[in-house]
């Protein structure tokens, strides 16, 4: 991060997402505004950042998400790369539980 100019140092995630009872396409805005209403406030506090659909297939979503990287590391301390996916995952599900997303680096 350089935190001397305030610019966050954000790290994509590669994001499968079902979205339950969806079977027409869905616009990219709509899928994206979709996968942030799962977990509001992860969104709104700056952890998860930018959403971007790359496709999506009989309600499968296929995303790349930008995480900040220092806000991860300040809540749940440094991780691994299949930690962050996990994180990224357990974030993305508003930390339920429930699992309708995988993750993976982008």
């Given at each position: ?12 995630a ?23 209403s ?11 950042q ?35 996916s ?21």
């Amino acid at each position: 991060m350089l935190a001397a100019e305030g610019i966050a140092e954000l790290r994509r995630a590669r994001v499968l997402h079902r979205f339950l009872g969806v079977k027409d396409d869905l616009t990219p805005t709509q899928a994206c505004l979709r996968l942030v209403s799962q977990a509001p406030l992860v969104w709104a506090n700056g952890l998860l950042q930018e959403c971007e659909l790359k496709n999506f297939i009989n309600g499968i979503a296929d995303f790349v998400v930008y995480v900040n990287v220092a806000k991860l590391c300040a809540q749940y301390g440094d991780a691994d790369e299949n930690g962050f996916s996990w994180l990224t995952m357990r974030l993305l599900n508003n930390d339920t539980g429930k699992c309708t997303t995988a993750t993976g680096t982008a």
